[in-house]
């Protein structure tokens, strides 16, 4: 009895030529993944801007994608992707405490009827659910802006801006803990955009082979 080696050139014909080829499926498969992890640090952002939108009453434009950490004045969340593989991609979001302004505050000036009347002030954070802001809250023009106050003492003075909710409070309820609202949505707009650029650069480089 004898044993014929099936990687040699004795057991597959045109050895040196499947090697390469192997070599290549290897290779273009590594470009695959790599590319894919590439459009996942460009492409991931909107995906979890999505899932949040659908849940809070927050505009896609006051999403800040990537690049330099630092937010301007007219974003309120800054969204990144980290990792070299696709195993190991992790979200990195920063962001500030929002005002209601941000969540179709009403009303929106400050006029007789909110100073003299006590009008209620609302704001929709989430979508379809309008809540009233606590009673001592109250509308103050500052620098052209009409922002909901309060006061932190007894006294006229001192007193703070009103803030709600943050960004990164949408994705996490808090470090480590994801937001059970958003998780789902973010999760599945995530992993089905792996899935459909994985796909496309694999039958890319099927195609080369």
Do not use: W
Not at 29 to 41: E, L
């Amino acid at each position: 009895m004898s044993f014929v080696p099936v990687m040699g050139s004795a057991g597959i014909k045109n050895f040196s030529e499947v090697q390469a080829r192997l070599k290549r499926v290897e290779t273009l498969g590594q470009g695959a993944v790599k590319n894919t992890i590439s459009d996942m640090r460009s492409r991931a952002p909107n995906a979890v801007r999505d899932a949040v939108c659908e849940v809070y009453n927050i505009k896609p434009a006051d999403f800040k994608q990537g690049g330099n950490e630092e937010i301007s004045s007219k974003k309120v969340v800054n969204v990144q992707l980290r990792g070299e593989t696709i195993e190991s991609l992790s979200l990195k979001y920063t962001g500030r405490r929002l005002t209601p302004l941000h969540f179709s505050m009403t009303p929106k000036k400050v006029t007789k009827k909110t100073r003299r009347e006590g009008e209620p002030i609302q704001m929709t954070v989430k979508k379809s659910k309008t809540a009233t802001l606590p009673g001592n809250t109250f509308l103050q023009e500052i620098g052209g802006r009409t922002l909901p106050f309060q006061r932190k003492g007894d006294g006229r003075y001192p007193m703070q801006a009103f803030k709600t909710i943050s960004v990164p409070s949408m994705i996490d309820a808090k470090p480590g803990v994801a937001n059970e609202l958003t998780e789902p949505g973010i999760t599945e707009n995530l992993v089905a955009l792996i899935d459909k650029r994985l796909s496309h650069h694999l039958a890319r480089a099927q195609s080369r082979i």
